[in-house]
T-cell receptor, first 112, second 112 residues
Framework: EAQVTQNPRYLITVTGKKLTVTCSQNMNHEYMSWYRQDPGLGLRQIYYSMNVEVTDKGDVPEGYKVSRKEKRNFPLILESPSPNQTSLYFC???????????FGPGTRLTVL | TQLLEQSPQFLSIQEGENLTVYCNSSSVFSSLQWYRQEPGEGPVLLVTVVTGGEVKKLKRLTFQFGDARKDSSLHITAAQTGDTGLYLCAGAGSSNTGKLIFGQGTTLQVKP
């Protein structure tokens, strides 16, 4: 089954404790991206990747890092999480950045 | 900067009623996608409209792309409780390059 998986689905952590949210897709897509979703603000892109070893900032990259060492994986790293990073995070993949986006199930992160 | 404004942001109606959601911009898009997101899940593509003036139907859902390709609408006939969810529009750049621009979403609640 074609899918995008994210782990964990739920995470409660404390300020400053480094965390990684994993994302994996099995559709051989070149384009992957991370979004955060907040009430009234819609989906805002954090980082995206056009291909292996190619990443770039989206609209709200501050406080986040990503890597793309393999085509299928695109982890999101929060080196020192802060409460304003409490949000619902989605990973997405696509054959091209303007084509249909396939979203993962989401990760709800709470930073205390 | 390209922006997509969705209206209304929230809609609560009774089962059987009709409704229309609007997605407007001052920019021209080469195509426009509509997604639906259910609680606890990622957005899922409903339809892509490409040609100015295009109308697509998906059962009780009718999607229209404006003649100038700056706006789109989603009309639901005889809404059902299963239509409840968040509806997102997303526009692709004028030359099918660049990332998708998402609207902030319309939350639809259909009451029995």
């Amino acid at each position: 089954e074609a899918q995008v998986t994210q782990n964990p689905r739920y995470l409660i952590t404390v300020t400053g404790k480094k965390l990684t949210v994993t994302c994996s897709q099995n559709m051989n897509h070149e384009y992957m991206s991370w979004y955060r979703q907040d009430p009234g603000l819609g989906l805002r892109q954090i980082y995206y990747s056009m291909n292996v070893e190619v990443t770039d900032k989206g609209d709200v990259p501050e406080g986040y890092k990503v890597s793309r060492k393999e085509k299928r994986n695109f982890p999101l790293i929060l080196e020192s999480p802060s409460p304003n990073q409490t949000s619902l995070y989605f990973c997405a993949s696509s054959s091209a950045e303007w084509n249909e986006q396939f979203f993962g199930p989401g990760t709800r992160l709470t930073v205390l | 900067t390209q922006l997509l404004e969705q209206s209304p942001q929230f809609l609560s109606i009774q089962e059987g009623e009709n409704l229309t959601v609007y997605c407007n911009s001052s920019s021209v898009f080469s195509s426009l996608q509509w997604y639906r997101q259910e609680p606890g899940e990622g957005p899922v593509l409903l339809v892509t409209v490409v040609t100015g003036g295009e109308v697509k139907k998906l059962k009780r859902l009718t999607f229209q792309f404006g003649d100038a390709r700056k706006d789109s609408s989603l009309h639901i006939t005889a809404a059902q409780t299963g239509d409840t969810g968040l509806y997102l529009c997303a526009g692709a750049g004028s030359s099918n390059t660049g990332k998708l621009i998402f609207g902030q979403g319309t939350t639809l609640q259909v009451k029995p």
